[in-house]
C-alpha cells in the first residue's frame, strides 16, 4: 500500500525558510514509473501545483514561485523534502506530497495523496 | 503556461441527476488531464486520469472524456456521497496547472 506523510503541521514567520519532508512507504522513490508533487491549498481556495521531482531526478516548478522553490530527494531515506524561502503570509494554506504514475516523462494520475501539512505564516 | 477553466464554477443538483462539468485548456494538452474529488477537510482523490481512464476503485457512474482542449467529467446518476468539489488538472505541460474547481452541491 502506497502511503505518503508529510513532516508536522509548522508556524513560520514572514521571510522565514519553509521546509518540509514527506516520507514515502510502498514505493521506491528509485522507480522509474512514479515521482511526486507538492500541492497547496490555501484555506478555502483552489489547489495549487508547486512543484514536481520526476523518476530521472528531473524537477519542475510553478512559474510565479520557482525563485523560491526546491525540492529534491533522498532515494535511501524515502524521503522527497520542499523547501520555499522568503515565506509571506498568503503562503498560509495545508500543503500536499501526492505521489504519482508516470508515463512517457510525463505524470499522468496523481494517485496517492498525503493527508496534508498546515502551513500558517504569521509574525 | 497553459490556464485551465473549469465549468461551472458551482452546480446545484438533486440525487439521480446527470451532471457534466467541463474544463477547457488554453492549449492542447492531448489526454493528459486527470480529474480530482475533494471532500471538505479531507485531500483530493483521483477519479480519472489520461482524460478518460476510470481510476481502480472508483464507481462506473464517474466518466471522463475529450482530447486536446476540451473535457469533461459525466456523473451519471448523483449518489449522496458525489456532492464535493471538482478540479482538472493538466500534466502535458509544465508547470502543471488546476481548474479553479467546482462545487457540487445538493439542490
Known amino acids: 500500500q502506497v502511503t505518503l506523510k508529510e513532516s508536522s503541521p509548522v508556524l513560520v514567520k514572514p521571510t522565514e525558510t519553509l521546509t518540509l519532508t514527506c516520507t514515502v512507504s510502498?514505493?521506491?522513490?528509485?522507480?522509474?514509473?512514479?515521482?511526486v508533487s507538492w500541492i497547496r491549498q490555501p484555506p478555502g481556495k483552489a489547489l495549487e501545483w508547486l512543484a514536481h521531482?520526476?523518476?530521472?531526478?528531473?524537477?519542475s516548478y510553478a512559474t510565479p514561485l520557482k525563485t523560491r522553490l526546491t525540492v529534491s530527494k533522498d532515494t535511501s531515506k524515502s524521503q522527497v523534502v520542499l523547501t520555499m524561502t522568503n515565506m509571506d503570509p498568503v503562503d498560509t494554506a495545508t500543503y500536499y506530497c501526492v505521489g504519482g504514475f508516470e508515463r512517457e516523462g510525463h505524470p499522468i494520475g496523481l494517485d496517492s495523496w498525503g493527508q496534508g501539512t498546515l502551513v500558517t505564516v504569521s509574525s | 503556461d497553459i490556464q485551465m477553466t473549469q465549468s461551472p464554477s458551482s452546480l446545484s443538483a438533486s440525487v439521480g441527476d446527470r451532471v457534466t462539468i467541463t474544463c477547457r485548456a488554453s492549449l492542447s494538452i492531448t489526454s493528459y488531464l486527470g480529474w480530482y474529488q475533494q471532500k471538505p477537510g479531507k485531500a483530493p482523490k483521483l477519479l480519472i486520469y489520461?482524460?478518460?481512464v476510470l481510476q481502480t476503485g472508483v464507481p462506473s457512474r464517474f466518466s471522463g472524456g475529450g482530447s486536446g482542449t476540451d473535457f469533461t467529467l459525466t456523473i451519471s446518476s448523483l449518489q449522496p456521497e458525489d456532492f464535493a468539489t471538482y478540479y482538472c488538472?493538466?500534466?502535458?505541460?509544465?508547470?502543471?496547472?488546476f481548474g479553479q474547481g467546482t462545487k457540487l452541491q445538493i439542490k
Open positions: 488538472h493538466q500534466t502535458y505541460s509544465t508547470p502543471y496547472t
Open positions: 489520461a482524460a478518460s
Open positions: 510502498g514505493f521506491s522513490l528509485s522507480n522509474p514509473t512514479r515521482g
Open positions: 521531482i520526476f523518476s530521472n531526478d528531473e524537477k
